[in-house]
């Protein structure tokens, strides 16, 4: 499959209206190391070429992550996936959106195969509206690590970590949480969906592209070493006895951790906390939906922080 992908990204298009079959050499004058950088427009009046292979498998999201690629389907994220260090592959567009975008896709160093389809025939894809026009595939750079994130990140430090997450809506709402709310790294435990699937990227709206992700293999080992630096593990667990948000001191270095609404936090990685903290709520709730909880537990530290 990795074999046909990259013949997929490689092809030269022929045989199309020179309309829109365009290479376009960009030179930019401001960062002499990117180089001159080509844009290759071509109409298509079908989705069967192998080169659209990954616009057609969008419900198979494990297949983009084991070609280490990501799909974005929102024009929004689009705009934020041109606007980020991610390397773009490719992109497919109605005639509208190519207007629109053509500067920003212009301003990337990359070489970009821009494929260009009525809407309608973008919409077929899924069976139904997806997206507003716009689609682009991005590969995956490689993340940062967590050792080094953690030597150069800002005092006091403000993490989250999170377990068990299948969903990946949610997981996309987290990730955008964590960014609005500052936080300097979230940690996704392997029990987790992938940050960079489709609808995760699409939940986010784009802020993955910026927001530093740390996939661990082990959640709780992670948790062990962030205590062993002094960083205070608050999990997010409401039971007898747990300490009530805003009577928690945030203002110092912490990780706020999360689990799936249902089953909550692993007694594992609970015992890999010092502390249990719940939002305040009425006797007949007992939870939130984890991307409402996220958001209430950052905004506090955001809150004391000042």
């Known amino acids: 499959m990795m074999r046909a992908l990259a013949t997929c990204f490689t092809r030269i298009a022929c045989c199309v209206p020179p309309l829109f079959h ?104 899924t069976g139904y509206q997806l997206h507003q026009g716009a689609l682009a595939v991005a590969q995956i750079p490689p993340q940062p690590g967590f050792a080094s994130l953690l030597e150069t990140g800002p005092r006091p430090r403000l993490l989250a970590a999170v377990e068990g997450i299948a969903s990946a809506e949610n997981l996309g709402a987290v990730v955008r949480n964590c960014a609005a709310f500052g936080v300097h790294f979230l940690i996704v435990g392997e029990t987790c969906c992938s940050p960079f699937q489709r609808r995760a990227v699409s939940g986010s709206m784009g802020t993955i592209f910026e927001q530093p992700v740390v996939q661990a293999d082990n959640l709780v080992e992670k948790l062990t070493a962030l205590r062993a630096q002094g960083i205070r593990c608050l999990a997010a667990h409401p039971r007898p006895g747990s300490k009530k948000l805003s009577a928690v001191d945030l203002t110092g270095d912490c990780c706020l951790v999360f689990g799936a609404e ?15 903290v719940e939002i305040p709520m009425p006797s007949h709730m007992n939870s939130l939906n984890v991307a409402s909880a996220t958001a209430v537990f950052l905004y506090e530290a955001t809150r004391q922080r000042g």
């Open 22 to 125: 365009r290479e376009l050499f960009i030179t930019d004058n401001l960062s002499s190391n990117r180089g001159v950088a080509t844009l290759h427009i071509e109409a298509i009046q079908s989705l069967d070429a192998p080169e659209l292979m990954l616009y057609r498998t969008l419900k198979r999201p494990e297949e983009h992550e084991r070609a280490g690629v990501l799909v974005a389907t929102n024009v929004k994220v689009v705009q934020r996936l041109l606007a980020s260090r991610f390397p773009v592959v490719s992109a497919l567009l109605t005639p509208a959106w190519l207007e629109q975008l053509e500067p920003e896709l212009r301003a990337r160093p990359e070489d970009i195969r821009v494929y260009v389809g009525e809407k309608p025939l973008l919409e077929t894809i």
């Open 262 to 276: 249902g089953p909550g936090l692993t007694d594992a990685a609970l015992a890999a906390c010092d502390d249990t």
